[in-house]
């Protein structure tokens, strides 16, 4: 058995920006916990943001950059928020790294949780390629992050 970090909004708790959960991925979550051990975080509100709280975007580059201080992140009122969103990526590095973590599924196209997209910037609902400041953070200390998508490869890779 495996302990997997998990999107607090995929597990319905409704800590989404806009105050609501992500639909969509329960069946395949219920794959995973029937074999393995959830722990579900949301860095964003780990980091004292509040719930609702206006939507944000990275401008200036991905994830990785926002790490080193070459991109920003914003919401849609422009107030910066960086470094809330910087020290909840560390917040959930620290809680994977307390718990023995090796993996996560994290959901897709947050600018803190997107692994494969995150939105462009521009706040005209466009996304490109990226990951957000979590997924970077916690892929650089080694720690493999899934979208809801790959759920099932993700079962393959614990089985193997
Ligand atoms: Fe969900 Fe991640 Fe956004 Fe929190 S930061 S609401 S866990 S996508």
């Known amino acids: 058995m495996a302990r997997v970090m998990v999107s ?7 800590v989404r920006y806009d105050g609501r959960s992500k639909s969509g991925a329960a069946l395949a979550l219920a794959r995973l916990q029937a074999e393995h051990e959830l722990v579900p975080f949301c860095p964003e509100v ?12 990275i401008q200036g580059g991905l994830g990785d950059d926002v790490l080193i201080g ?14 809330a969103f910087v020290a909840g990526a560390q917040q959930a590095l620290a809680q994977c790294q307390a718990m023995g973590i090796r993996y996560a599924v994290l959901t897709e196209a947050s600018p803190s949780c997107g ?7 521009t706040f005209q609902g466009q996304t490109r390629s990226g990951q957000g400041v979590t997924t970077a953070l916690l892929s650089q200390a080694g720690i493999q992050v899934f979208n809801p998508q790959q759920i ?8 193997a």
């Open 70 to 83: 070459k991109a920003r992140i914003v919401g849609d009122d422009q107030v910066d928020v960086t470094e």
């Open 46 to 57: 780990a980091a004292g943001l509040p719930t609702p709280r206006p939507a944000a975007e």
């Open 8 to 14: 607090a909004c995929l597990m319905g708790q409704p």
């Open 152 to 159: 099932d490869y993700l079962l393959s890779v614990l089985v």
């Open 115 to 121: 692994s494969q997209r995150i939105y462009d910037g």
